[in-house]
């Protein structure tokens, strides 16, 4: 049976010593108890338990550990591979650059982000020692789950150290979206997300933190997603949302242990007739608990009605005290409670009763259910648990839940009063609304977010990324390179010598001849010429240059040659006989001068750009700028001309090339019209771009395929350049052949179009 190989910066254990001898505390973190719970669940885990390893850094001593083994006492729920991070290592890594930089950066206060080259150096030494410990752990068939910020890089330090390993990863906070990201510096930001994609998956909890990573990744590093696939190497990576839960059965049953019972029966005789507003936080400045005390002290300055019939219990619990931030926030929060109290406090009521600590399951769940509202504004939360625990613990279908619009458990919990967290006139209009729901109302909002927590538990969640990370690993293997051996070149020439109909269609730059600072001196070579004369003169043969260069310059460069010419992808194309026949769909001059307009506009903003005008097409190209900035105005001019195109334009994001054309004119198209004019027995196509994909896909089940370069492709095979691309044709013909020992480099398997 497979072994699952857990990896988080912290364990889910902690080792007490005490006088009996060493003991072992499991951890009651989140993480933890999900993972135990689809662990426990033997009949929807698709791992024993005792063939689970938990990875992370220990906070005891390596001779406390030791001391510990020699007992052999159990481990608890996880087998536990313990690391130990250098002291000034890991202040580096955990207080510095995890929670001083990305976690104030992903959670959208970049003011409270700190860039400290020493944090990012500690980070980085952090993620080996668990590259290191995993290669050593690493037996073949592990499935690796690498969890949360602090781990960023290790996917990619593995991958180079155990390539063929199954890694899958996730995010448990948000991911921010490109122009908060972007803040990181360059190497960091782009070491960061090249780090995440050396796993097979990637999960994130929501639909928008999804969609900000796929940005972030073209933007940044130049990788397109195609549903939810990113092409690294020869390798896609799948990204997709798995919105984390909770137990939901332990919370739910919680409702009548007799511990939750007597402490719930103590709240409401000290409330006595009172209504309860309850909120339980990590003391951190993204959970909002300032705004929440200025919009309930908001909600008391409109509604004096409510003095003295209504108590807020707010439990902060200690979090990260040696970081100064929390230690201010702490302090703040104190002032504006004693504020509020001072303000409206009687002999008799105290509107705020404040708590600094943390809370048993049994106290918790006696909160969640005797309260009337639960208030759980963060500014900005990955998930945010405590709402779902909330919901899933009220068995008698009573409590109103307000929740941040902004959190990510907020997608799935539509039935919440949703408000925006620093909004404290609508966060008092909402108290005043929840306060006064019918207890109808409130059965029928908790039985609907009751129904969705239970059917996507924290077993069903962990289950579906497992699930995924082997279908993403299946969809690698499909696509794993074929290697084009000498035997099966000699396939080839077979069946092509043996053909009595031959279609030769072939793309012209990046093809036939390497790509030139400016299109005009991309002129074909003598080789060039001569080569296609003598395809075309043999008479089984008929051969086509596909391009999307325009038709005047083809047919300067091969009028005099007895070849097919395809110009502009297929907006015209000139026969055999030299006539040419342009397409009419393809004929639209009312689209073009909003569309220059704009790439003029790219042009003056990106030195060394220009634009290329075409009889059906415009294209920007940015070939001859720097790559970075290259790169980031076409991402902007592209965003541009979508807003300007409707649906019958296409814009066409090519290799270093941002075109413009009439939708439904494509390669594609063109190649399956003429593959299918004749009775062709042996059909050839070779291309380098993203246009040339169409052509791969239409006609997948009827050519050979050949994709010039080692980008993600629908083709079969690749070759590394424009020169094996030559040699390659040489053989086709009767001409002395240089290249019998060509390099035609494998590529992938097609498995669909």
């Known amino acids: 049976m497979k072994r699952l190989i857990i990896v988080s910066n912290r364990l889910p254990i902690q080792l007490l010593r005490q006088e009996s001898g060493v003991q072992l505390l499991e951890s009651a973190g989140g993480l933890a108890t999900a993972l135990k719970s689809y662990l426990q669940a033997q009949d929807r885990s698709s791992f024993n338990p005792e063939e689970v390893i938990w990875v992370g850094n220990a906070d005891f001593s390596p001779e406390l550990w030791e001391e510990f083994n020699e007992t052999k006492q159990s481990t608890g729920t996880f087998k536990i591979a313990p690391l130990w991070l250098d002291n000034e290592v890991n202040d580096g890594f955990y207080n510095g650059l995890s929670n001083s930089t990305i976690w104030p950066l992903f959670h959208y206060f970049p003011t409270f982000a700190t860039y400290k080259d020493s944090d990012w150096q500690a980070y980085q030494q952090a993620n080996e020692v668990f590259a290191d410990r995993l290669a050593e752990l690493y037996q073949p068939g592990d499935v690796l789950w690498i969890h949360d910020y602090h781990l960023m890089l290790l996917p990619k330090l593995v991958r180079s150290r155990r390539p063929d390993a199954t890694i899958g990863f996730f995010l448990h906070i948000p991911f921010p ?27 994130f909890h929501t639909n928008d933190y999804v969609q900000h990573f796929e940005k972030s990744v073209h933007r940044l590093i130049g990788n397109e997603s195609k549903l939810r696939s990113i092409q690294v190497g020869n390798r896609p990576v799948k990204v997709d949302l798995f919105p984390i839960s909770i137990d939901y059965e332990r919370f739910n049953s919680a409702y009548t242990l007799p511990e939750v019972v007597e402490e719930r029966n103590k709240i409401r005789e000290q409330l006595q007739d009172n209504k309860l507003l309850f909120s339980v936080d990590r003391l951190d400045y993204t959970k909002g608990v300032l705004n929440r005390l200025q919009g309930y002290e908001k909600f008391l300055e409109r509604h004096p009605e409510w003095h003295g ?38 002999m008799s009521w105290q509107p705020v009763v404040y708590q600094y600590r943390s809370l048993s399951f049994e106290q918790l769940c006696a909160y969640y259910t005797a309260c009337d509202v639960a208030l759980i504004t963060p500014i900005r939360d990955g998930m945010n648990l405590v709402a779902k625990e909330f919901v899933a613990t009220r068995q008698d279908e009573q409590g109103v839940l307000i929740l941040s619009e902004v959190a990510g458990a907020a997608a799935e919990l539509g039935e919440a009063l949703l408000i925006n967290p620093t909004d404290r006139e609508g966060m008092a209009q909402a108290i005043e609304r929840a306060l006064s729901m019918s207890p109808q109302n409130q059965s029928e909002r908790m039985r609907l977010m009751q129904t969705r927590i239970r059917e996507y538990d924290v077993v069903q969640w962990a289950d579906d990324f497992l699930t995924q990370l082997f279908n993403a690993k299946s969809q690698q293997h499909q696509w794993e390179v074929r290697i084009l051996n000498v035997a099966l070149r000699k396939q080839i020439m077979e069946k092509y010598q043996n053909a009595q109909k031959r279609l030769l269609l072939l793309d012209y730059d990046g093809t036939l001849v390497p790509f030139a600072k400016f299109p005009e001196l991309a002129r074909p070579s003598e080789r060039v010429v001569e080569l296609l004369n003598e395809l075309a003169a043999v008479p089984q043969n008929q051969v086509v240059i596909i391009s999307g260069r325009d038709k005047k310059t083809l047919e300067n460069w091969f009028g005099s040659l007895a070849i097919q010419l395809v110009a502009e992808h297929g907006a015209a194309v000139r026969q055999p006989d030299g006539i040419w026949q342009e397409n009419p769909d393809a004929f639209h001059p009312e689209w073009r001068a909003n569309i220059q307009q704009a790439m003029n506009l790219a042009v003056q903003r990106c030195p060394g750009t220009f634009v290329e005008e075409k009889t059906h097409s415009l294209a920007w190209h940015y070939r001859n700028t720097a790559d970075d900035l290259g790169f980031a105005r076409s991402r902007d001019l592209i965003d541009t001309l979508h807003g300007l195109t409707g649906h019958q334009l296409q814009v066409i994001d090519g290799n270093k090339v941002v075109e413009v054309r009439v939708a439904g004119v494509d390669k594609g198209s063109v190649a399956s019209r003429i593959a299918s004019e004749s009775n062709y027995d042996f059909i050839m196509a070779i291309g380098d771009d993203r246009t040339d994909e169409d052509m791969f896909r239409a006609l997948s089940d009827r050519a050979l395929t050949i994709k010039v370069g080692q980008q993600k492709t629908l083709a079969r095979y690749s070759l590394p350049d424009t020169g094996a691309v030559l040699s390659f044709l040489q053989r086709f013909t009767g001409m002395e052949n240089n290249g019998e020992n060509i390099d035609l480099t494998p590529n992938t398997e097609l498995t669909s179009a």
């Open 309 to 346: 019939r209504i108590s807020f219990v707010m439990v902060v619990v200690p979090s990260r005290s040696e970081i100064s931030s929390y230690g201010e926030r702490k302090q703040m929060i104190e002032e504006n409670t004693g504020r509020i109290n001072g303000r409206f406090a009687t």
């Open 177 to 203: 979206s490109f122009e908060i990201y972007r803040m990181l510096p360059g190497p960091w930001r782009e070491g960061l997300l090249n780090g995440m994609l050396g796993s097979d998956l990637i999960g």
